[in-house]
């Protein structure tokens, strides 16, 4: 099937996933969609939960393989919308719905290429194609649960908008929850040890704070006091304050080593963080789908939004169509063009790096 024919099944395929619910942990029907895609082309593959995976027809295990992944589950649509968020609808160039541009684009896009591959023989890489779920919400069922069952992964293409431009490295993320300490009383008698006015100065401390290392892609880690509470009555004084510290990590350190320094080093009574397995993530500029992406025009950058590439230890590019600033927004969308470039894109990038070329005198007796 040619290229044009996959992309406009593609965003047929698309304007289905739009029109049918999503939200995280609720992607049984969309998996259902991406199925039948692979059972009309009458490719193999399995399903767990609410991943839908396959690799390609001539799998090696004698070769490196490549992940190309992206998410079909969505966020809840914000109150904002004039348009109905589960409406497919074209107009001026623009395919809007939920989920079109994040990450809806790239899913289809990934899944076109992927099925332009899958039947070649004596490719220089396997492919393996995970439709994951959960990514939205860094749930338990998503690509993270996924990493055991599917085939041992060497490097991957992650799908999320950046307007086919090659995201080199992501920050990653650990959410600390912080409580600053003081005595309770009465809020008529006199109290030199108020929590809240002790949290100024652990306020200032975190505003001031700057993490040393720095990282040529991603830039410094950036740390935010995100929520705070105290307090249930009008007349005491709460015993503590509890903040919520957003830390976006690059990748001059790790997870632990954040959690360390601020253990070790904030004035709060204590500092505790949720989770550290969302790492921060790269590759080498080195690498061949870098440099195939770099001589094809497209620009490299650190992508400050998090995503599944987060929970891989193996070196990830994150690339896609659609723009990282309409995700999550209201009355979403995703121009066809891009994601007709896209699968271009994609595939270029892939002949380059994955089909072995034949010798000029191989070509001559052919």
């Known amino acids: 099937m040619t290229i044009e024919k996959l992309t406009e099944k593609a965003i047929s395929l698309l304007k289905s996933l739009i029109e049918t619910q999503s939200f995280s942990t609720e992607e049984d029907k969309t998996a259902a969609l991406i199925e039948a895609w692979f059972i009309e082309f009458e490719i193999p593959f399995k399903r767990t939960k609410n991943n839908v995976w396959a690799t390609n027809k ?29 409406k497919a609808f074209v107009e001026d160039g623009k395919l809007f719905g939920l989920g079109s541009n994040d ?16 039947a070649q023989e004596n490719l220089k890489y396997n492919l393996v194609i995970v439709a994951s779920a959960e990514e939205e919400n860094s749930g338990p069922n998503g690509l993270n649960s996924m990493l055991p069952i599917i085939p041992k992964i060497d490097v991957a293409i992650v799908g999320e908008p950046t307007l086919m431009n090659l995201a080199v490295a992501e920050k990653g993320l650990v959410v600390f929850d912080a409580v600053v300490k003081g005595t309770p009383s009465h809020a008529a008698h006199p109290n030199d ?8 100065e652990v306020l200032q401390w975190f505003k001031d704070f700057k993490f040393e290392k720095s990282s040529e892609a991603l830039g410094d880690v ?10 249930k009555q009008h007349n005491v004084v709460p015993a503590h304050v509890d903040l919520v510290v957003d830390v976006r990590v690059n990748d001059a350190y790790s997870n632990q080593e954040i959690a360390t320094i601020l253990q070790e080093q904030s004035p709060c009574t204590e500092i505790i963080p949720r989770s550290l397995r969302l790492n921060s993530s790269s590759i080498s500029t080195d690498h061949d789908l870098v440099k195939a992406g770099i001589a094809m025009g497209r620009e490299t950058y650190g992508s400050p939004t998090l995503s599944d590439q987060s929970v891989l230890s193996c070196q990830s590019l994150k690339l896609g169509p659609g723009d990282s600033t309409r995700s999550h927004s209201a009355n979403e969308f995703i121009y066809l063009a891009e994601i007709e470039e896209g699968i271009q894109i994609y595939v270029e990038l892939l002949n380059t790096v994955i089909v072995k070329k034949m010798s000029p005198r191989a070509q001559s007796r052919g």
């Open 103 to 118: 990450a809806g684009g790239c899913l289809v896009s990934l899944i076109a290429t992927f099925t332009n591959f899958y």
């Open 222 to 231: 950036k740390m935010t006091v995100t929520q705070i509470n105290a307090g």
């Open 58 to 86: 001539h799998f090696d295990e004698s070769k490196p393989t490549l992940l190309l992944n992206s998410h079909h589950d969505t966020v809840k649509p914000n109150s904002a919308y004039t348009n109905d968020p589960l």
């Open 193 to 200: 040890n108020n929590s809240i006015y002790n949290t100024i």
